[in-house]
């Protein structure tokens, strides 16, 4: 009996036993030390640092969110009027995080786009109130109730429960303004073109658009005197600084790829989008870039613009088509195309479950669905009329994968 007992207390002094018990002892994984930073969050695809844009729905639709280093390419639709509001929620989202601002134009001020920033609404993020015209106090039990999705009753239309709980997002009110007391709790940096430029035009051929170089030196001097390259002191607080460049590649910025098709500048914005890019890797930043492509001559140049950007979205709003007043779309202001979703530290990228998505604009949300047909149409369109639907049929081919041809319309 004293044999086991001496082998068994020299086994906790044995360093074989004691190399082979720490190797197979579970060690708890420390948390990166960005974590922390207000309004962040690491991804649960590749534990990538990741921000919100600002609509809950996005970040569902591109992977969670917006991976802190990365730029995002929003294509304007024709009146710039639904992209222009998204800019408006990326930068409404950091002044409520804390975060740091740069916001760009060439053609509105940028303090004018900071005080036109939608106001959060932070007590109705966990319980949203119903949207007014909608129907409530319905009964679940009533006869008019689902009964065959009986379980989907209560879900919501849109997935934001990235939202709900973990306040990684929030929600606005479009009809009302940011508080002004809270605007001004943002560190905001901008850059208005107009009053960078010299008064008299320089006598260069230059390949590369001067507006362009300006912007990216000044984005360059933000990033190095707040410290988000990282080379400030370590006790520092850490924050995020977001970046918001307005209708980027326009004529209003000096460049000509929306005028000719063979334009002088033809490299200037991709230059630039690479060097942006190298500065957004190397700190803690994240950029938001709406460009005109509608206007765009060259599609080769917009083909290299898409290369240059980590996530690419297109709008193509029904406003001033005949989509507009076609009762298939009335539920709905437009169209959004996930054009690109970046690869990062991972060998595939996130790929959304559906590409048949469309966007209306409400008053306390922007929100993304799957655009599909209506169960009925005999409220809104008469059975008589086969020529409309026979058009209708023919725009729903490519957005929904309708195989109708010619002739042929939808009958329900």
Excluded at 8 to 29: E, I, L, N, Q, V
Excluded at 166 to 195: I, Q, W
Excluded at 205 to 223: H, W
Aim: some cysteine.
């Amino acid at each position: 009996m004293a044999a086991p007992c001496r082998s068994m207390s020299g086994a906790g002094t044995d360093p074989d036993f004691s190399a082979t018990r720490s190797t197979t002892s579970f060690h708890k994984k420390s948390r990166s030390k960005f974590v922390s930073i207000p309004g962040t969050r690491p991804s649960v695809q590749n534990g990538q640092l990741i921000v919100s844009t600002g609509v809950t729905s996005l970040d569902y639709v591109i992977g969670g969110g917006l991976a802190v280093g990365t730029l995002l390419l929003i294509e304007e639709d024709k009146y710039d009027s639904y992209s222009r509001m998204l800019l408006k929620y990326f930068l409404a989202e950091g002044v409520v995080c804390g975060h740091s601002l740069f916001i760009a134009s060439a053609r509105d001020h940028p303090d004018e786009i900071l005080q036109e920033l939608p106001a959060p609404l932070l007590d109705d993020i966990a319980n949203p109130k119903p949207e007014e015209g909608q129907t409530q106090g319905i009964d679940p039990e009533g006869p008019n109730s689902m009964k065959i999705a009986w379980r989907y009753q209560n879900l919501p239309k849109v997935q934001t429960a990235l939202a709900s709980s973990s306040r990684f997002g929030h929600y606005y009110d479009v009809s009302k303004p940011m508080d002004p007391a809270m605007r001004e709790t943002a560190k905001c940096n901008t850059f208005f073109l107009p009053n960078e430029l010299p008064f008299q035009s320089s006598t260069e051929t230059s390949r590369v658009n001067i507006g362009y170089t300006k912007l990216l030196r000044s984005i360059q001097g933000v990033i190095r005197r707040e410290g988000f390259d990282g080379a400030s002191l370590q006790n520092k607080p850490r924050s995020i600084l977001r970046i918001g460049v307005h209708s980027l590649g326009s004529a209003l910025w000096g460049d000509d790829i929306c005028c000719e098709e063979n334009p002088h500048y033809l490299y200037s914005l991709t230059t630039f989008l690479y060097g942006l890019r190298a500065l957004l890797r190397a700190s803690l930043s994240v950029c938001l870039v709406t460009v005109p492509s509608h206007l765009i001559q060259n599609k080769a140049i917009m083909g290299r613009v898409t290369k240059l950007c980590d996530t690419v979205i297109g709008l193509e709003s029904f406003r001033g088509s005949e989509r507009e007043t076609n009762p298939l779309y009335k539920d709905y202001h437009g169209l959004l195309h996930v054009k690109q979703i970046p690869h990062l530290n991972c060998l595939m990228c996130e790929v959304p479950d559906t590409k048949d998505l469309a966007f209306k604009l409400k008053r306390k949300q922007f929100a993304i669905e799957r655009l599909h047909l209506p169960p009925d149409l005999s409220d809104t369109v008469s059975r008589l009329s086969k020529q409309d639907l026979a058009e209708s049929a023919k725009l729903l081919r490519l957005g929904c994968g309708a195989t109708a041809t010619g002739k042929k319309h939808l009958d329900f």
